[in-house]
């Protein structure tokens, strides 16, 4: 990871109920000092320097505005208005309103300054980080980073305004990054081409929010795991500090949603997971024998049809001849069965899973988004409390509900998993159970107990020594009652506890 320096620490406080807000500390510190309280804001933000790019000008005014304008200036610093492009942001930022957090918003110039040592990380640079990167900077943010793993296709330029035909095969997160910044003046956007699991808990905890541009449940679950691992508990379970608040984006065709995350206070990511349905996976045997919809004919052409006449060939889903091929081989076994609706557009959808992706929906997403960040920023409004839904098919109006946190989660409540298998049960079967299981919904399960490993799915070598346990029968590796310490990739490095007891 990338740690920075430790900074100077905000000071301490009992957090009042429903209101998280992380410090804005100029040096963050690697993991993240108590939660500062609404008052501090205004003397952080009073020793931040006025950019140069800023211009102020007075209001014309007659005598008795005059008059006003002096006593305004005893009570608030006031500094007229923001001329070019911060002139919006001038009419949120420049005058106190009925929303504003009490003791936590002092309108004036300072808080655009103090936007500028705001350290924000976008995670995911497609459609929706795209946009999220450009309104983060042209909302003031000037200290960004972002990080993705994927590079640019051809595809993409239908919705990712921040590329271009040149730019097909660069990663996205290094040409995001560079087109942002010759753009907007002053901001400062650190691209980072890797996979989120490549950093560790110093490059995260860096960051005073995080916002998420991501198009899986897996990776959210991941990011979700590894900010609830930042936080900082005292014995009675009270948070005390490495809060990192997380504003989570999703869009798929018309429909979209918005949420803040104040990790182990509010519901995390893992609370909701019952949102999202497990990806639907066909049996082999119904692709095989008895298919009844195109998706079946498609799937049954990539994965056996081509394991069969084209084994010594891996698939390229962006070779034009090979989804030619699926396509043909898919409409023949649509005709044997009478099955309509194979096209090629339908073949290319299944076979690269593609998830719809409508430009306006990304762009009213991100907005929301980045209003979220801003918010949690300047304490100018409350947070949204907390999951916003985009309904575009079904009208204008966007649909907000609080989530509630589930007390048993695994993330940020750890609660203990209890088990029960038969005696005679094998550690594989335990495995199978905990991937199968819907409250669990694991993918690849590591297994402990206190005194030894029973089987690790990574790295390679650790696999195969110890993948002779998966025959073993439970009762000869652990005992009845006796606790497993379980960690999965899908969990970052958190673990969850698992009682396993045999049944008669």
């Known amino acids: 990871g990338r740690g920075r320096e430790a900074g100077p620490s905000p000071p301490t406080f009992t957090p009042p109920p429903l209101t998280y807000y992380p410090s804005p500390s100029p040096s963050p510190s690697p993991l993240p000092s108590p939660l500062p309280s609404p008052s501090c804001l205004p003397s952080y933000f009073a020793q931040c320097s006025l950019p140069s790019s800023i211009t102020l000008k007075k209001r014309g005014r007659g005598q008795k505005g005059l008059k006003r304008e002096e006593k305004r200036k005893e009570k608030k610093r006031e500094g007229g208005k923001m001329e070019g492009r911060w002139s ?3 009419q949120l930022l420049l005058r106190d ?3 504003a957090v009490a003791g936590g918003f002092e309108a004036g110039p300072q808080v655009l300054a103090g936007l500028g040592e705001f350290k924000v990380l976008v995670v995911g640079a497609g459609g929706l980080g795209c946009e999220l990167l450009k309104n983060l900077a042209m909302s003031g943010f000037k200290q960004i980073d972002v990080i993705d793993m994927d590079t640019i296709e051809i595809t993409n330029l239908n919705r990712q305004f921040l590329f271009r035909k040149s730019d097909v095969k660069k990663p996205k997160a290094e040409v995001a990054a560079r087109f942002v910044m010759e753009r907007v003046e002053g901001v400062s956007v650190t ?3 890797c996979r989120i699991e490549e950093k560790d808990e110093d490059f995260y905890s860096q960051f005073n929010c995080i916002v998420l541009g991501l198009d899986s449940v897996e990776a959210r679950r991941w990011m ?4 609830c691992s930042l936080v900082e508990k005292d014995e009675d379970g009270d948070v005390t500090g490495g809060l990192i608040p997380v504003v989570d984006g999703g869009t798929e065709g018309f429909k979209g949603h918005a949420r803040v995350i104040f990790p182990c206070v509010t519901a995390c990511f893992e609370c909701t997971l019952d949102l999202f349905p497990p990806q639907i996976k066909f049996p082999l045997c119904t692709l095989a024998e008895t298919p009844r919809t195109a998706a079946h004919c498609i799937e049954w052409a990539k994965l056996i049809l081509w394991e069969k006449e084209r084994a010594d060939e891996a698939i390229d889903t962006d070779n034009p001849e090979h989804i030619q091929w699926l396509y043909e081989a898919s409409k023949r076994r649509a005709a044997e069965y009478g099955i309509e609706g194979v096209t090629l557009s339908h073949t290319l959808g299944v076979v690269k899973n593609i998830i719809p992706a409508i430009a306006s929906t990304n762009a009213i997403v991100a907005a929301a988004c980045t209003n979220e960040v801003l918010k949690i920023a300047t304490y100018a409004a409350p947070a949204m409390e907390d999951y916003l839904m985009y309904v575009g098919n079904a009208g204008v109006n966007t ?3 609080q989530a509630e946190r589930k007390d048993d989660c695994l993330v940020c409540s750890k609660r203990v998993v209890h088990l029960s298998l038969p005696r005679s049960a094998t550690l594989q079967a335990l495995v199978e159970e905990l991937k199968e299981n819907s409250s669990l919904r694991l993918k690849g399960p590591s297994l402990r107990t206190a005194e030894k490993t029973l089987y ?15 025959d073993k029968a439970l009762h000869e590796l652990v005992s009845d009652g006796g606790e497993l310490s379980v960690s999965d990739p899908v969990l970052a490095t958190a673990a969850i506890s698992v009682i396993v007891s045999f049944s008669s």
């Not at 979700?224 to 900010?227: G, I, L, R, S, W």
């Not at 690790?456 to 998966?470: A, G, K």
């Open 88 to 90: 919006d942001l001038g």
């Open 97 to 99: 309103g009925p929303l």
């Open 191 to 193: 691209s980072h081409f």
């Open 224 to 227: 979700n795991a590894m900010v």
């Open 399 to 401: 649909h907000t509900f």
């Open 456 to 470: 690790m799915t990574s790295p390679p070598s650790l696999e195969e020594m110890t993948r002779p346990n998966l």
